[in-house]
């Protein structure tokens, strides 16, 4: 079967929120400790234009997103990339399809620069950003404390990684806001 990417919508919600309950679960995707409660409080945290899907007939199978990094106006084109693949469809190269369609979309948004925090035991994340350009660019040393799982109570080190794009903000000329 064909594997689709397309943008998410407020009825792939709980499938998305199932695939990142197991990523938290599995205890190298992340700090968080629950999904966003909502569609739409996942909506307040997400540059909604670059939410996607992947998904088999019906059934997804992972999804990507971008976060802005911050709210000053400067860093308005740097974004934070989310990826999760559902434990059972990993391997089968769809969180390669799911980055591609999500760095082509952040471009299309004029986002310049992606940036990814991965736990340096999450092998086939750190692979897989580096196939599709990202650099490591910082080592963050105990950044925070796991509160849940096998690993609540250690200290966990995140790798830096970032992707400057060749096409966004090269010969730009910047604008202030008005």
């Known amino acids: 079967m064909a594997i689709s990417i397309s943008d998410m919508m407020e009825v792939d ?3 998305v929120s199932a695939i990142y309950r197991e990523g938290i679960g599995a205890g190298n995707a992340t700090f968080a400790t629950e999904p966003p409660g909502s569609w739409d409080e996942w909506c307040t945290g997400k540059i909604n234009a670059s939410s996607l899907v992947a998904r088999e007939d019906d059934v997804i199978l992972g999804w990507a997103a971008l976060s802005l990094t911050s709210s000053r106006w400067v860093y308005r084109g740097v974004a ?6 559902s434990q059972n469809a990993q391997g089968r190269g769809i969180g390669s399809c799911l ?4 760095i082509d979309r952040s471009e299309t948004l004029g986002i310049w620069t992606l940036q990814a925090g991965i736990f340096p035991e999450n092998r086939a994340s750190l692979r897989l950003h580096l ?3 990202f650099r490591e660019v910082g080592f963050r040393e105990k950044l925070g ?5 096998q690993r609540k109570g250690q200290w966990r080190d995140v790798v830096l990684l970032e992707r400057r794009s060749a096409v966004v903000g090269i010969c730009d000329t910047v604008q202030t806001p008005e």
């Open 99 to 102: 980055l591609q369609a999500l």
């Open 13 to 15: 919600w709980p499938a």
């Open 80 to 85: 934070e990339v989310s990826i999760y693949v």
């Open 145 to 149: 404390q796991m509160t849940i799982g």
């Open 131 to 133: 196939e599709h350009g």
